[in-house]
């Protein structure tokens, strides 16, 4: 265990407020909570999305040690959902340790915490350090500033499914496995990868990771839209990565299912998996 998850887990509580923070971070996490800053783009808002709001901020400490990251706080929204049991920048705080330590990039985790009153939750906050230089795998589909870079892009998609299989190895479901989540920086050849907003993770038993092995890969091909011949490159490069476990049926019936892929199982709905290469 890092000393950083020994840490969350000593200040963690389901039934009253608490905080937890890096070294040197602790001031500025005060000063946070005391005086949030305003919701409005010059003042580094970045994104807004289902009650979530993130900034992307500069401060220095006493010791004028200067840190550069993005603040996250939500809500509690259906406050009833998190009674007794961990919010969902709590969650997504030690799905960064948990990744880290399992060799996959995300950005160092500062801050996070709850803030409740008896046992409800009523907002809760993540502070990581942000990731200069980068964008987000939105860039690569179809429509984006990067689609038509074919090496660049071929590259962005290996380095993930390949991080992506080595979680699943470890019995993880991502279940939210979208392009935008995934930030990326450096040209062909010298792609960097970095994995963010990961609180819907979670550990899955082994009979369920064939059925989580399938939805996070039919999230990513669904999203970047690429030929057919490029998603069966990259699906038999991904189970080529799996250690253990692979897929029931190899590379054939794992191809079928994506394409067959239904969210439920009498649903009518088809997906459409593949497209234009630019």
């Given at each position: 265990?890092?000393?950083?998850?020994?840490?969350?887990?000593?200040?963690?509580?389901?039934?009253?407020?608490?905080?937890?923070?890096?070294?040197?971070?602790?001031?500025?996490?005060?000063e946070?909570?005391?005086?949030?800053?305003?919701?409005?783009?010059?003042?580094?808002?970045?994104?807004?999305?289902?009650?979530?709001?993130?900034?992307h901020?500069?401060?220095?400490?006493?010791?004028?040690?200067e840190?550069?990251?993005?603040?996250?706080?939500?809500?509690?929204?259906?406050p009833?959902?998190?009674?007794?049991?961990?919010?969902l920048?709590?969650?997504e705080?030690?799905?960064?340790?948990?990744f880290a330590a399992?060799?996959i990039?995300?950005?160092?985790?500062?801050?996070?915490?709850d803030i409740?009153?008896?046992?409800?939750?009523?907002?809760?906050f993540i502070a990581?350090a942000?990731?200069?230089?980068?964008?987000d795998?939105?860039?690569?589909?179809?429509?984006?500033?990067k689609?038509?870079?074919?090496?660049?892009?071929?590259e962005?998609?290996?380095?993930?499914?390949?991080?992506?299989?080595?979680?699943?190895?470890?019995?993880?479901?991502?279940?939210a496995?979208?392009?935008?989540?995934?930030?990326?920086?450096?040209?062909?050849?010298?792609?960097?990868?970095f994995w963010?907003?990961?609180a819907?993770?979670?550990?899955?038993?082994?009979?369920?990771?064939?059925?989580?092995?399938?939805?996070?890969?039919?999230?990513?091909?669904?999203?970047?839209?690429?030929?057919?011949?490029e998603?069966?490159?990259?699906?038999?490069?991904?189970?080529?990565?799996r250690?253990?476990g692979?897929?029931?049926?190899?590379?054939?019936?794992?191809?079928?299912?994506?394409?067959?892929?239904r969210?439920?199982?009498?649903?009518?709905?088809r997906?459409?998996?593949?497209g234009?290469?630019a």
């Amino acid at each position: 265990m890092t000393d950083s998850m020994a840490q969350l887990d000593r200040c963690e509580r389901r039934f009253a407020s608490w905080e937890f923070a890096v070294p040197g971070f602790a001031g500025i996490l005060s000063e946070l909570l005391s005086s949030p800053p305003p919701a409005r783009k010059e003042e580094g808002l970045i994104n807004v999305s289902s009650g979530k709001y993130v900034w992307h901020l500069r401060r220095r400490n006493r010791d004028a040690e200067e840190f550069d990251f993005a603040w996250k706080t939500n809500p509690g929204k259906t406050p009833w959902r998190y009674i007794l049991r961990p919010s969902l920048t709590t969650r997504e705080a030690r799905n960064y340790l948990r990744f880290a330590a399992l060799g996959i990039p995300t950005p160092r985790v500062l801050a996070a915490g709850d803030i409740r009153t008896c046992f409800i939750l009523r907002q809760c906050f993540i502070a990581t350090a942000f990731v200069p230089g980068s964008d987000d795998g939105r860039a690569f589909m179809p429509g984006g500033p990067k689609r038509g870079e074919t090496a660049l892009r071929r590259e962005f998609c290996r380095k993930n499914l390949e991080l992506l299989a080595k979680i699943h190895d470890a019995g993880i479901f991502h279940k939210a496995f979208h392009p935008r989540n995934l930030l990326w920086r450096g040209g062909a050849g010298t792609v960097e990868v970095f994995w963010i907003d990961v609180a819907r993770c979670r550990a899955v038993p082994a009979r369920r990771l064939p059925r989580a092995v399938l939805v996070d890969l039919h999230v990513f091909f669904r999203d970047m839209r690429l030929t057919a011949a490029e998603l069966t490159e990259l699906a038999e490069f991904y189970l080529s990565c799996r250690r253990s476990g692979g897929y029931p049926g190899g590379r054939e019936q794992l191809i079928a299912d994506l394409y067959g892929f239904r969210r439920r199982r009498f649903s009518r709905r088809r997906y459409i998996l593949t497209g234009e290469t630019a």
